[in-house]
């Protein structure tokens, strides 16, 4: 429902739904009115488990770059139940008459959201943060403020208040900068491909036990909102006749919705940790309906890409579990967007929240958007309140789009989009959006200034990634590649391909090191400068690396494993888990392996079409690549006396990245060379070798992580 009638169509004849704000445009020559989108930049902020009063933060996304730093809490335990209290004194006190002066309370509520925002944003993410502000400024654009809290008692807490003293505002209340809670799940999202109408199942709940609502009118309030894009035909509004968990288990099954719409009472179950909704009984009691009852039920329901909980404390969870509020639980279970409500809220604050959500929808915003609209509108209508900041969105759609709606042609006229533009027309540039999501390759940090002899080196940016293998989506999966799981790593640089005889001749010029056995007279074989160094042991690769690091004084050491496969997959938000580093679909034309028919080693920039994600090149094929992780214990002669000794789950303290090991144990090789086939040119494909081994398909290339704060 993200601006349905106000849509542009994209070339295929899909409605392209950027994630913007809209402004009325018109054509000069033709007259034709349209909508131009303001377009959002990302600024993820995330927060890490702390000790004491001490947090890592880290900016993992931003225009102005990436950064590290220490957040320091500004309130002890005791502070900060005092000031949560005051909070919510000035909810409680919300819409008296008007004031030229802040109450106690609201003074009280935006000193503690000054403090929070001192607090996020400090040294180094403080600048990050001002830099990306002015250059979205210079684009034209909104800066979304993402926060991955990963800290349980930081999560519980109510950041929709952060509050900026320097533009006298709070964040969320500014439409350059929406606030989302945004939770990077192994699923990425995709937007919902959608023919009109739009189907919005909505209940009311009211247990006579649990305070009444006036149902009829909470009903009406939805359908005045919704009714011009009901009469276009675009959206459809069904009511839950009964109140019950089975009539809406019974109505879930009559699908397809898009959107859950629920108005009633929320609750948070301090014994078991977790937010729950009030149903009714069969007798019209009250009936609890904890969010992991309730996530089982929709999330099962592949097309339900929305859910509005109107109802209190929806949105609030504890301090011992990230995932215990209702909200964050359904999205954990595949909700993409989930608003709800951390504390109670008036029914005049709902019905305004609610009345201007779905407008702002119609609009053409997306979610993150709409509710910054929403909280405006609650701010403007009822006078010295704070309730604006109680609705919170958790997010996992990336860029707030959660819908891509198709042109129905004859069957639906799509209100302005389905008015013939006049082919003479200019239209505006619209910025290319990933409507589609097809997956682009990430452009890598440019490198500060190296010497000839040093790799070229791709930024591989924080975050997480999917590691290892589902035999269920890939069916050449091997044992030792499962469970796929999702693996965090911190920011690191890996050469843009394995390392070439000509740096590796470097190396031995300048060392004395042994060349490789195949080079005549120790100078490297002619015509294939540009080779990836094959017939190198682990030994000779780990000496490379630590020559390397003296050499430009950067800490060079091989990958492991999963910075390896990280380096091929690609983020876990764009590449699903691939199979090979440009896509799903094996060709031999995008690497140099068996199937390829070379049988021998290509120049290492052979292949750009094969390249991964982040640009990294040759990651299948061409030459097998050691790694500095371990795989298992051998006998030192038969690889069938070879016992695996470290499975996934991935750790990485347990032993397995033990440079000291002896040579009975075998090394991790990775991306498979011209000798091998597609199976093991897979990005999960697990590969073991002899430390000793010089053979012609071992090569390596090398890895570096930057100096930490």
Not at 123 to 149: F, H, T
Not at 342 to 363: G, K, N, P, S
Request: proline fraction near 7%.
């Amino acid at each position: 429902m993200l601006g349905l009638d106000r849509q542009i169509q994209d070339q295929n004849g899909d409605l392209a739904i950027p994630s913007k704000h809209c402004v009325t445009y018109r054509d000069a020559t033709s007259g034709y009115q349209g909508i131009e989108y303001m377009n959002y930049l990302d600024f993820e902020i995330e927060i890490g488990p702390g000790s004491g009063l001490d947090y890592p933060i880290a900016v993992l996304r931003s225009p102005a770059g990436e950064t590290r730093e220490t957040m320091r809490f500004p309130f002890g335990e005791l502070e900060l139940d005092n000031r949560l209290k005051d909070l919510q004194i000035a909810l409680l006190r919300s819409g008296g008459g008007r004031r030229l002066a802040l109450s106690q309370e609201q003074q009280s509520v935006q000193d503690f959201g000054r403090a929070l925002f001192d607090a996020l944003l400090t040294g180094e993410a403080r600048g990050r943060y001002d830099v990306s502000l002015r250059d979205a400024a210079l684009q034209g654009r909104g800066l979304r403020l993402k926060l991955r809290i990963n800290a349980p008692e930081m999560a519980a807490l109510p950041w929709e208040f952060l509050y900026d003293v320097r533009s006298a505002e709070y964040v969320c209340l500014s439409q350059e900068t929406p606030v989302v809670r945004y939770l990077e799940l192994p699923r990425p999202i995709q937007p919902l491909t959608v023919t009109p109408p739009l189907r919005i199942l909505g209940m009311v709940a009211s247990p006579s036990d649990a305070g009444a609502l006036d149902v009829a009118l909470e009903k009406q309030r939805v359908e005045t909102a919704l009714r011009d894009l009901q009469a276009a035909g675009l959206v459809e509004l069904t009511w839950l006749e009964g109140q019950t968990w089975r009539a809406l288990q019974q109505a879930m099954r009559r699908g397809p919705w898009h959107v859950f719409h629920f108005i009633g009472h929320g609750d948070f179950d301090a014994s078991s940790d977790e937010g729950l909704l009030l149903l009714c009984t069969e007798d019209g009691r009250a009936e609890r309906m904890h969010a992991t009852q309730l996530a089982r039920m929709l999330a099962n329901h592949r097309t339900l890409r929305l859910a509005l909980l109107n109802a209190c404390e929806s949105g609030r969870g504890s301090t011992r579990d990230l995932f215990s509020s209702t909200a964050s639980i359904l999205v954990r279970r595949g909700i993409p967007a989930v608003l709800a409500m951390q504390y109670a809220i008036t029914d005049r604050a709902a019905i305004e929240f609610a009345r201007t959500f779905y407008d702002a929808l119609v609009d053409g915003l997306p979610v993150d958007a709409a509710v910054v609209e929403s909280r405006v509108a609650i701010s403007l209508a009822v006078h010295n309140t704070v309730e604006w900041g109680t609705p919170v969105l958790y997010m996992r759609s990336p860029d707030g789009l959660l819908f891509k709606m198709q042109d129905a042609g004859s069957k639906t006229d799509v209100a302005a989009i389905s008015k013939s533009r006049p082919a003479d027309a200019q239209y505006p540039p619209l910025i290319p959006q990933p409507a589609t999501r097809i997956p682009q390759p990430i452009t890598p940090n440019p490198q500060p200034s190296r010497p000839p002899f040093e790799p070229e080196m791709v930024l591989i940016d924080f975050g997480e990634f999917l590691m290892g293998s589902d035999p269920q989506q890939d069916w050449d999966a091997r044992d030792n590649e499962q469970p796929q799981h999702i693996l965090y790593l911190l920011e690191y640089w890996i050469a843009k391909t394995p390392v070439t005889n000509a740096q590796y001749a470097a190396f031995v010029q300048a060392t004395g090191h042994r060349a490789p056995r195949h080079w005549q007279a120790g100078e490297m074989p002619q015509g294939k400068d540009t080779h990836p160094v094959v017939a190198v042991t682990w030994h000779d690769a780990l000496a490379y690396c630590k020559w390397l690091a003296e050499a430009t004084g950067k800490p060079y050491t091989l990958p492991s494993e999963a910075e390896w496969e990280k380096a091929a997959r690609g983020p876990a938000l764009l590449s699903e888990g691939r199979f090979y580093p440009w896509g799903n679909t094996f060709d031999k034309s995008k690497c140099n392996i068996k199937e390829s028919g070379i049988n021998d080693t290509t120049p290492v920039d052979k292949y750009p079409q094969g390249a991964s994600l982040y640009g990294v090149l040759d990651m299948a094929g061409n030459v097998w690549e050691w790694t500095r992780s371990l795989w298992g214990p051998w006998d030192g002669k038969n690889y069938s006396s070879a016992r695996l000794q470290f499975t996934y789950p991935y750790k990485v303290d347990d032993g397995r990245e033990n440079l000291e090991a002896d040579d009975n144990w075998l090394r991790v090789l990775r991306g498979g060379s011209f000798r091998s086939n597609r199976i093991s040119a897979r990005c999960a494909y697990c590969g073991r070798g002899n430390p000793l081994g010089r053979y012609t398909y071992y090569g390596f290339r090398v890895v570096v992580s930057p100096p930490r704060a």
